[in-house]
């Protein structure tokens, strides 16, 4: 093995309203000597960062983050090391680029269970669908060929039963009665007023459903902040998704562009059969629009200086090939010398040598001496010297 660590698959929400958590996050990671460490870094703004080294579960690697007050913003990113110390970094411009879990606060939510809020629209002018209409009920499964086009069950917990659903024919009617054709039917969300908030994400689940003779169509989810006069994509399913699963997105931070938050944002759910006649079933439940209100904190980079101790912190990975990130935290600006020495005190390359600010550093030691050398496999010290303060740690470079 003399490739780096793969990682993929991250499974962690984009936002919760959960203030007690614990938040768990999920990672695929493999390599052909086996990852012999997978670390997650979290921190919130105003902190310092926490490790925590991830757990293999059935195939993967999870860990759990401690549950934060509503509006706190979670940074994180994951190192994993294998077993013949090369190492791997997510995402790849870490600590700099980072993933976050937004803590935030519902400000609507429907189950969509009878006679639920009046002001959704079930249809709207210009579609065109002459059956499987949108409605409010308890669903009524569809089989076709051993596939499950539409859901029996809605998705809320019991004892809710109804959810939004494209049409309903009666138990043991053919799966063709009353799918959606013709056209499209539109479901619309309430008009909702998101202009005083800071960040806000929509989310909900959804069911789509296609078969029969074609299977040309997708679902599309649209966005408008002016009330209908515009809209833009939101989400669109293209394939068979014939299972409950949530959709879960910022609207600030749109993949088509910077979506202004108005007080006139209105969400449609599109179920349209318009290409080859076929089989089309859609449904949507647990819908909830939570808010984000920066507190105002800002990040430990950023902190005044203050009467705390210099920190150097382990490198990570260690052992590491061929890179390694070394932190250390200092109270307020100095000078600050970090150097690299071998185990016999011969000095080998100066990482840093300048006036540092206070707050949180991350420097990188690609495994070269001062003359850009590749150095030998072993055991070297780093000394940072911050103004009175002189910290010593060991790290051990494998090849």
Known sequence: DNADPALWGLSAELATSDSAGPYTIGLQADDASTISELVLYWKTPGSNWTTLEMTPD?????????????????????????GAGFSSIL?????????????????????????????????????????????????????????????????????GVACFVTGNANPGD???????????????????????????????????????L?????????????????????????DNANSWNQVSVELGNLDNGNFELTDQVVIRFLACDLNTGGLVEAAIDDFSI???TSLG????????????????????????NPTTSIGFALPKATQTELVVYTIDGKR??????????????????????????PVASGAYFYRLKAGDELLVKRMVLVK
Request: hydrophobic share 35%; glycine share 10%.
């Open 214 to 238: 074609s299977i040309d169509d997708d679902f599309v989810v649209e966005i408008s902040n002016d009330n209908g006069a515009n809209w833009i994509e939101l989400d669109r399913i293209a």
């Open 297 to 320: 904190l800002v990040a430990v980079d950023d902190l005044p200086a203050v009467d705390a101790p210099v920190l150097l912190r382990q490198n990570h990975p260690n052992p590491f």
């Open 91 to 159: 995402p790849a411009g870490a600590p700099d680029d980072l993933f976050s879990l937004l803590i935030t606060e519902v400000i609507y939510m429907t189950e969509a269970e009878d006679p639920g809020d009046p002001q959704w629209q079930l249809g709207a002018a210009g579609d065109q669908a002459t059956s499987g209409l949108w409605e409010r009920a308890d669903p009524v499964g569809t089989d076709y060929n051993g596939l499950n086009v539409q859901t029996e069950y809605d998705h809320t917990a019991d004892p």
């Open 174 to 212: 053919s799966a063709g009665t009353a799918d959606v054709d013709g056209g499209c039917t539109t479901l619309q969300t309430p008009v909702f007023d998101l202009s005083s908030v800071d960040r806000a994400v929509v989310k909900y689940w959804c069911w789509y459903g296609e078969g029969g």
């Open 290 to 292: 939570e808010s984000f």
């Open 58 to 82: 059935r195939g993967a690697f999870t860990g759990s983050i401690a549950g934060q007050p509503a509006n706190t913003e979670i940074s994180y990113y994951f190192t994993a090391t294998d």
């Open 348 to 373: 080998v390359a100066t990482l840093v040598n300048e006036v540092m600010a206070a707050g949180e550093h991350f420097i990188s030691w690609d495994g070269r001496d001062s003359g850009g050398r």
